[in-house]
T-cell receptor, first 119, second 109 residues
Framework: GAVVSQHPSWVICKSGTSVKIECRSLDFQATTMFWYRQFPKQSLMLMATSNEGSKATYEQGVEKDKFLINHASLTLSTLTVTSAHPEDSSFYIC???????????????FGSGTRLTVV | EDQVTQSPEALRLQEGESSSLNCSYTVSGLRGLFWYRQDPGKGPEFLFTLYSAGEEKEKERLKATLTKKESFLHITAPKPEDSATYLCAVQADDYKLSFGAGTTVTVRA
């Protein structure tokens, strides 16, 4: 149990275009999901906390107009990188916190990540 | 501000050579300490959650322990398939996870 599906696993886009990444909890509900960014050989840096039915909370230094987050249901959060530039190239990972029951058993479950390359 | 420091940065082991990874933390109001395994190009895979000092958890060749200031991940008789980056994270009151930089373990056959 406690599976998070993230799509796409990789994407290449042209500079100036937008890219949407989906994060879906398959067998549990998650009011709260998190979006991270990871640079090569570095740890995960939290970008924002996504809350179902309300606005996302962004970490200091993260541009909310560039990284749009929508958490429209208890099983789906999306991250849209708008007007992408080469410096936005990175590995983006989502995680979900189960609403109840499985939290202690499975911790926070992570998606498999999305490798974004902006050319 | 929550701080998580992992050591060593990298660890090279011979198959069967047991060792330990360290995670030192500073957090106000620890709700949980998490260990994850991450393979290259993949998302972190959950291993353990520890909640209070003195707690221990085991899974196959891995054993995690927790004190008030640090956690250890012991790898007993590792195999090449245990090669990965092991991440430690702490959760405080706001439900966010703060991650350490990780320890990259390489096990040679």
């Amino acid at each position: 149990g406690a599976v998070v599906s993230q799509h796409p696993s990789w994407v290449i886009c042209k500079s100036g275009t937008s890219v949407k990444i989906e994060c879906r909890s398959l067998d549990f509900q998650a009011t709260t999901m998190f979006w991270y960014r990871q640079f090569p050989k570095q740890s995960l840096m939290l970008m924002a906390t996504s809350n179902e039915g309300s606005k996302a909370t962004y970490e200091q230094g993260v541009e909310k107009d560039k990284f749009l987050i929508n958490h429209a249901s208890l099983t789906l959060s999306t991250l849209t990188v708008t007007s992408a530039h080469p410096e936005d190239s990175s590995f983006y990972i989502c995680s979900a916190r189960p609403n109840s029951g499985t939290g202690g058993t499975y911790g926070y479950t992570f998606g498999s990540g999305t490798r974004l390359t902006v050319v | 501000e929550d701080q998580v420091t992992q050591s060593p940065e990298a660890l090279r082991l011979q198959e069967g050579e047991s060792s330990s990874l360290n995670c030192s933390y500073t957090v106000s109001g620890l709700r949980g300490l998490f260990w994850y395994r991450q393979d290259p190009g993949k998302g972190p895979e959950f291993l353990f959650t520890l909640y209070s000092a003195g707690e221990e958890k085991e899974k196959e060749r891995l054993k995690a322990t927790l004190t008030k200031k640090e956690s250890f991940l012991h790898i007993t008789a590792p195999k090449p398939e245990d090669s990965a980056t092991y991440l430690c994270a702490v959760q405080a009151d706001d439900y966010k996870l703060s991650f350490g930089a990780g320890t990259t373990v390489t096990v040679r056959a």
